[in-house]
């Protein structure tokens, strides 16, 4: 069980996000964390980078502008 001031931290500085795929509607996806826990690697890390990518994306095209 979290101690109350870990249970504070976290609801001040994290966010939890719960993803789930069909199978049939994003296979690619699926396929990917799947690949992934295979390999051993991180799927948290995996889709942080993404978002992080996503991200720079936008605000390059912001720059653009």
Same mark, same amino acid.
């Given at each position: 069980? /979290? *101690?109350? *001031? +870990?249970?504070?931290? /976290? +609801?001040?500085?994290?966010?939890?996000?719960?993803?789930?795929?069909?199978?049939?509607?994003?296979?690619?996806?699926?396929?990917?964390? !799947?690949?992934?826990?295979?390999?051993?690697?991180? +799927? *948290?890390?995996?889709?942080?980078?993404?978002?992080?990518?996503?991200? /720079?994306? !936008?605000?390059?095209?912001?720059? +653009?502008?």
């Amino acid at each position: 069980m /979290d *101690s109350p *001031s +870990k249970i504070r931290y /976290d +609801k001040k500085n994290l966010v939890r996000v719960n993803i789930a795929f069909n199978r049939k509607t994003n296979p690619e996806a699926v396929a990917k964390m !799947e690949e992934l826990e295979r390999a051993g690697e991180s +799927k *948290s890390a995996y889709i942080k980078a993404a978002v992080q990518e996503k991200i /720079d994306c !936008e605000r390059a095209q912001e720059g +653009k502008e």
